[in-house]
């Protein structure tokens, strides 16, 4: 389960990363174990393990210009700084990200197919999603978002998630929370 504190980016301070996660508990009355950056921006591993969680997931070892420049990164789980990093999926040869921007403007055959090809490469996917994305985002007047981000939202996001998990599940792919997946690695 995910939840979302009311601490923006640009006023993140390291003391912010246990204040986040002690709130987190008190709401959801669960266990709060890992830490994923808005916007997947840099967080200190350091400060991450400090605030007590056991994996950070802040990483999207892609390029995409103005956002990310994470070519350097490990595409695949590993630990640093005593922490598990567990970087978005990124296709093997190319590192096309297969986030939520992709999934939503791609025919689903060819996202699957690339996801197929990248969880055959390392054995898992880790692929996010927002809550928001499930809301029909088309009415321009009244959210504003350019085509490519409300394209396939609402409705058609839940069609194609049920298309994509429905084919996963028929070739007996497995899930877990990345909880259980660190706790097996």
């Not at 990483?59 to 210009?65: A, D, E, G, V, Y």
């Not at 630990?79 to 040869?93: D, F, R, T, Y």
């Not at 025919?107 to 880790?126: C, F, M, S």
Request: aromatic residues 16%; proline residues 6%; charged residues 25%.
């Amino acid at each position: 389960m995910v939840y979302y504190t009311k601490i923006s980016c640009s006023a993140f301070e390291p003391e912010h990363l246990a204040s986040s996660r002690n709130e987190l508990q008190e709401i959801s009355s669960q266990k709060i174990t890992g830490f994923r950056m808005p916007r997947m921006k840099p967080v200190d591993e350091n400060e991450v393990k400090k605030a007590g969680y056991l994996y950070n997931s802040s990483i999207n070892p892609t390029w995409l210009p103005g956002r990310y420049n994470n070519l350097n990164r490990p595409r695949t789980k590993f630990k640093e700084a005593g922490i598990w990093q567990i970087p978005a999926s990124v296709s093997p040869i190319l590192r096309f990200p297969l986030f939520w921007l992709s999934f939503h403007n791609l025919p689903i055959k060819i996202y699957q197919w690339v996801a197929e090809r990248t969880h055959k490469k390392d054995g898992y996917l880790n692929i996010y999603f927002h809550p928001w994305e499930f809301t029909e985002l088309g009415d321009q007047e009244r959210f504003g978002f350019p085509g490519y981000v409300s394209r396939n939202s609402g409705r058609k996001m839940i069609e194609r998630m049920d298309q994509f998990i429905g084919a996963l599940k028929l070739k007996n792919y497995s899930f877990s929370t990345i909880s259980e997946f660190i706790q097996n690695s």
